[in-house]
């Protein structure tokens, strides 16, 4: 049962995962295709993760956690303190067979960018993330959706979102396989049982809809962990190289072939893209 926030701050759970509130903020929009092509500038940055470091680039400044990546994928407003508690101020609840990409699985204390069916039979995903430190930006292939919806995520959609699907980005040719990470660390819960709210920026106002949800901000705001050229095209990831035939894989790991996102509307494959 999710409980409102109180007056002296934070968001309290009576169990997990959080689910929609009439706590509300004032969003704009954005499309799907924008969204991954957010999440894959931070996979060619190698943003390393961290609770209480930002990154600046041309996409704008956030955390480099895991809601500070989705919240940058969704375009939000940078002032507001968002995190995996007050997510669903802009986002609301979805039934899990109408995930699209750009959607988040939501638990209390993580969350990922859904990227795409891995299957047909719509048990399967891939992902974006930011996992843990020692990690950067990851792109994860073949997760259980069970398991997520298990372990207390539940499917959200962002309210700003424009359309159901249309012309999407290629997603990474090759991505890191779920079951290879979940025998080195849990990836269900990979910051352990932590829900508290990471320490917001000092330019940042907060989540309460009161002078926040104007936008309006005080103090500078800092430096990044490490400054970025705004350059237009998407790099790929460290590891691949582009070639006529597509993305080839220059070095070892648990890695799998991915291409297209597949819609839960549509299970054709759509035209490759050069």
Same mark, same amino acid.
Request: net charge negative; charged share 10%.
């Given at each position: 049962m999710y409980t409102p926030p109180n007056e002296s701050g934070g968001y309290q759970y009576a169990d997990t995962p959080p689910g929609n509130t009439s706590t509300r903020y004032s969003h704009g929009t954005i499309s799907r295709a924008q969204m991954l092509l957010r999440a894959q500038r931070w996979l060619a940055e190698r943003v390393p993760y961290s609770q209480t470091s930002w990154w600046r680039d041309a996409n704008g400044i956030y955390r480099q956690d895991c809601s500070g990546y989705v919240s940058m994928a969704w375009g939000l407003e940078e002032d507001i303190d968002?995190?995996?508690?007050?997510?669903?101020? $802009?986002?609301? $609840? &979805?039934?899990?067979?109408?995930?699209?990409?750009?959607? &988040?699985?939501?638990?209390?204390?993580? =969350? $990922?960018?859904?990227?795409?069916?891995?299957d047909t039979a719509h048990t399967m995903f891939d992902y974006y993330q930011e996992s843990h430190s020692g990690t950067n930006a990851e792109f994860v292939v073949n997760a259980p959706i069970g398991a997520f919806l298990g372990a207390g995520f539940t499917p959200f959609r962002y309210d700003g979102v424009?359309?159901?699907g249309g012309q999407?980005?290629?997603?990474?040719? =090759?991505?890191?396989?779920?079951?290879?990470?979940?025998?080195?660390?849990?990836?269900?819960?990979?910051?352990? &049982?932590?829900?508290?709210?990471?320490?917001?920026?000092?330019?940042?106002?907060?989540?309460?809809?009161?002078?926040?949800?104007?936008?309006?901000? =005080?103090?500078?705001?800092?430096q990044p962990t490490e400054a970025v050229a705004d350059a237009a095209p998407i790099q790929p990831p460290l590891g691949f190289m582009l070639a006529s035939s597509g993305a080839v894989f220059l070095v070892g790991g648990a890695v799998i072939a991915r291409g297209f996102p597949r819609l839960a509307s549509n299970s054709k494959r759509p035209r490759r893209r050069h």
């Open positions: 968002f995190w995996t508690g007050n997510l669903n101020t $802009v986002s609301h $609840v &979805i039934p899990s067979d109408q995930l699209l990409p750009g959607d &988040i699985l939501l638990s209390s204390s993580h =969350t $990922v960018l859904f990227a795409g069916w891995a424009l359309g159901s999407l980005p290629t997603n990474p040719a =090759t991505g890191l396989d779920f079951t290879a990470l979940e025998a080195g660390s849990d990836q269900l819960a990979p910051n352990g &049982i932590a829900t508290a709210e990471p320490p917001p920026a000092s330019w940042q106002a907060g989540y309460f809809p009161s002078d926040s949800a104007s936008g309006a901000s =005080t103090g500078a705001k800092p």
